[in-house]
């Protein structure tokens, strides 16, 4: 089949929608397109059978911009003439519907959740409830007309369910690498936790940075942290403690995480983050370390299901501080969940997995 994947936020090289999904369709025999805005940066190929359009957005207001992209996309998308347009964006529904009306099979992948509170917050209730209630009816009604709707999580697959039976999980687990260079005993490691990834306030970076004054160990931080946040940050003395890494290769990650006896998922309650599924939680597991996550529901599932961390109230630093200091304290309780998580990640939670999911959602589509 000829598939066109469509974006608008996501990157030319989103690891979603780049690495997995279309890569995976590439190397089952799939004739593979990408069409994405220059918004954000990132213009790595690394397949060059997959052929990435880079769409520019002009230099006006946001609404004109918008507005002229989704011209440009239109003209393009009916160019390629593709069987099968992928759209991974609520905000492109509009043509999604537009190339449904020319006969296109159409697929709506929903990889976030956007209930009334996300809207409250960011209009005010009166007009964020309105704004929610006019949101959820639109995309109800393209749902139904999608030839399929693809889920990133248990979550947002159940709410989808409930508009059409025409969904499926794709679950956004990571790509599974061979980590078996991480094989330093727990016994014989500093005592060490790690965060790697994005920092802001909604990742617990203040949480974290209290924590770490009742904490026996050290922090080592990757990531980007702006000037401003830090500044907050080193009022707590806990910062003492905080080995700040900036941003760093994979290959440095992985040298952190070889190190390390704790990996750090502490987020923040809210819409965005209670229903997701991060990646940073999947590639700790990956590497074989325990790992001390929000108490969320669907996480709380996969930590106790598995036995491999420890889950904690996000905004309690005693709590994920007296969580860390059993991990640290007990090197051969460490290792035990680290190698559950590590079978786990390598059994159930990989993108090799998924793409099976993903590819019968395509085969479906064809002999329908």
Not at 107 to 121: S, W
Not at 135 to 160: P, W
């Amino acid at each position: 089949m000829k598939v066109v994947h469509v974006g608008f936020n996501h990157r030319s090289n989103d690891i979603r929608i780049f690495y997995k999904e279309c890569m995976s369709l590439n190397n089952h025999g799939h004739e593979v397109f990408y069409v994405t805005s220059d918004k954000n940066a990132g213009t790595v190929n690394v397949n060059q059978d997959i052929k990435v359009t880079v769409i520019p957005l002009h230099k006006t207001n946001r609404l004109k911009r918008f507005w002229k992209f989704c011209n440009e996309l239109k003209k393009t998308l009916c160019l390629l003439d593709a069987d099968v347009y992928h759209f991974h964006e609520d905000m492109l529904l509009p043509v999604l519907l537009y190339m449904k009306r020319r006969g296109k099979r159409v697929i709506y992948d929903v990889h976030e959740d956007y209930p009334p509170p996300f809207f409250r917050r960011r209009f005010g209730k009166f007009l964020g409830d309105m704004l929610a209630g006019l949101f959820g009816a639109y995309e109800e009604h393209c749902m139904k007309r999608a030839d399929c709707v693809i889920a990133a999580t248990q979550h947002i697959e159940q709410r989808c369910k409930k508009i059409t039976p025409k969904v499926s999980l794709v679950a956004n687990y990571p790509l599974f690498h061979d980590r078996s260079g991480i094989n330093t005993p727990f016994v014989k490691r500093e005592k060490i936790v790690c965060y790697t990834g994005g920092l802001a306030e909604i990742n617990g970076i203040f949480q974290m940075t209290e924590a770490m004054e009742q904490i026996h160990g050290i922090l080592y931080l990757a990531g980007n942290l702006s000037e401003n946040l830090k500044n907050e940050l080193v009022k707590y003395s806990g910062w003492n403690k905080v080995k700040e890494l900036g941003y760093i290769s994979q290959e440095e990650v992985q040298n952190v995480l070889s190190k390390s006896r704790v990996g750090f998922v502490v987020y923040m309650p809210s819409s965005g983050t209670i229903a997701a599924l991060p990646n940073k939680m999947f590639e700790y597991m990956e590497a074989g370390l325990p790992i001390v996550v929000s108490n969320f529901p669907l996480w709380k599932e996969i930590i106790e299901k598995n036995q491999c961390g420890i889950c904690v109230a996000p905004d309690n630093p005693t709590e994920i501080a007296n969580a860390v200091n059993h991990i640290l304290e007990n090197p051969k309780l460490a290792e035990k969940m680290g190698e559950n998580g590590k079978k786990a990640v390598r059994e159930k939670y990989n993108w090799q997995t998924e793409e099976k999911k993903l590819l019968r959602v395509y085969e479906k589509l064809i002999f329908d």
